[in-house]
T-cell receptor, first 115, second 113 residues
Framework: DAGVIQSPRHEVTEMGQEVTLRCKPI?????LFWYRQTMMRGLELLIY????????DSGMPEDRFSAKMPNASFSTLKIQPSEPRDSAVYFC?????????????FGEGSWLTVV | AQSVTQLGSHVSVSEGALVLLRCNYS??????LFWYVQYPNQGLQLLLK??????LVKGINGFEAEFKKSETSFHLTKPSAHMSDAAEYFC???????????FGSGTRLSIRP
């Protein structure tokens, strides 16, 4: 079975440019999560969706960040404009949903460097 | 609200020695607890999880964890460390009202030959 698929795996961009990260969750999973991982802050939950609807976006750092889930098989995380402090690994994850206790499955991550 | 605290950002043990990674949780509802492992340049993968069926949970690669409500702990152990266990380990918690999972800050495990 295919796992959570993220693209791009690596991106280097210049400050001020728009960055779009993409995620395809595991088929049949109802919940999708975006996490950010840095040395300083560890693993932070940015936003999560249930049935394509954003449930909690309190972790989104500021208005430069936005996330969408237009359908059950696709989600994007956009940063506009990007800044050097946005450099991090961004993980997408999905779970079957339907309540707590469900395992969430992570993608391999998108490594973003903003110079 | 739920949270987890992992004691020790870095643990180093000798190959063949006991591995003990500590995790304490806080939850206003009965928690679901998880341990995930992250190998270099990879995503996180599930080691084991507690969902109230049994307090001693066995996971992959010989790891196990014991849920102790009185101590609000969910420590991860392995009787004999192997070089391949070197990785970052994350404790996580979720509650009964939502499906989101909150992760601890992680513990990096190093194995000495």
């Amino acid at each position: 079975d295919a796992g959570v698929i993220q693209s791009p795996r690596h991106e280097v961009t210049e400050m001020g440019q728009e960055v779009t990260l993409r995620c395809k969750p595991i088929s049949g999973h109802n919940s999708l999560f975006w996490y950010r991982q840095t040395m300083m802050r560890g693993l932070e939950l940015l936003i999560y969706f249930n049935n394509n609807v954003p449930i909690d976006d309190s972790g989104m750092p500021e208005d430069r960040f936005s996330a969408k889930m237009p359908n059950a098989s696709f989600s994007t995380l956009k940063i506009q404009p990007s800044e050097p402090r946005d450099s991090a690994v961004y993980f997408c994850a999905s779970s079957p949903g339907g309540g707590s206790g469900n395992t969430i499955y992570f993608g391999e991550g998108s490594w973003l460097t903003v110079v | 609200a739920q949270s987890v605290t992992q004691l020790g950002s870095h643990v180093s043990v000798s190959e063949g020695a006991l591995v003990l990674l500590r995790c304490n949780y806080s939850s206003s509802v009965p928690p679901y607890l998880f341990w995930y492992v992250q190998y270099p340049n990879q995503g996180l993968q599930l080691l084991l999880k507690y969902t109230s069926a049994a307090t001693l949970v066995k996971g992959i690669n010989g790891f196990e964890a014991e849920f102790k409500k009185s101590e609000t702990s969910f420590h991860l152990t392995k009787p004999s460390a192997h070089m391949s266990d070197a990785a970052e380990y994350f404790c996580a918690v979720s509650g009964s009202s939502a499906s989101k999972i909150i992760f601890g800050s992680g513990t990096r495990l190093s194995i000495r030959p």
